[in-house]
């Protein structure tokens, strides 16, 4: 039975997350500040933590801090904040995605279990030991640093490479905007979200079978790009 650990301080949402996940056959922790989270995340090792982050006894920025301190266990965000400055702070603290209120419980759920999903995929799969990565529409050699589509190569330059490389090392994980900036670009970059719009549009004309609609390249508006396998 998946383990989650809710952080809200809102008793009545707390209320209605329980029953929706007990009936999906989640075992549901509650915490309603973020001493007693970082308490029960140590104690009782969830599978995956559902945090708000306004809480009343410290910013839940501070508990994806403390937890990813000692943890990888997925993290996901429903907070009222909206900004996109909100969603990437705690998506570089280490959250793995970002949720807001108001919300779809189905869209929520689907998260979960996508998260889930994630941080049960055999070690073969994580970034440091993958090293050939194969989709319906191409393939991947890492060591090789080479890219095929069938039966013909894609020639990728350096920077396109790069920012490749990163995201499907990190299956299903959102990327930042100022995270992959940083990487590929460096820190007097970290601005030009334009830099990116470019290369990934490079890429999914050379990847994707339908580049306006794009399978494997994904954007998340307002804050960065993951690469769905």
Known sequence: MTRVLVVEDDPQLVRALRINFQARKFEVEEAGDGGSALRLAAARKPDVILLDLGL???DGIDVIKGVRGWSKVPILVLSARHTSEDKIRALDAGADDYVTKPFSMDELLARLRAATRRQEAPAASQAT???VVTTAGFTIDLAAKKVRRGERGVRLTP??????????THPGRLITQ???????????????????????AQLRRK???????PRY?????GMGYRFEP
């Open 159 to 168: 920077t396109e490479w790069h920012l490749l490389e990163i995201l499907i």
């Open 129 to 131: 030991e993958v090293s």
């Open 207 to 213: 990847l994707e079978a339908d580049p306006s609609h």
């Open 178 to 200: 100022s995270r992959l900036l940083l990487e590929v670009w460096g820190p007097m970059y970290g601005e030009n979200t334009n830099y990116l719009r470019v290369y990934m």
């Open 56 to 58: 009343p006894d410290m």
């Open 217 to 221: 390249l994904i954007t998340e508006p």
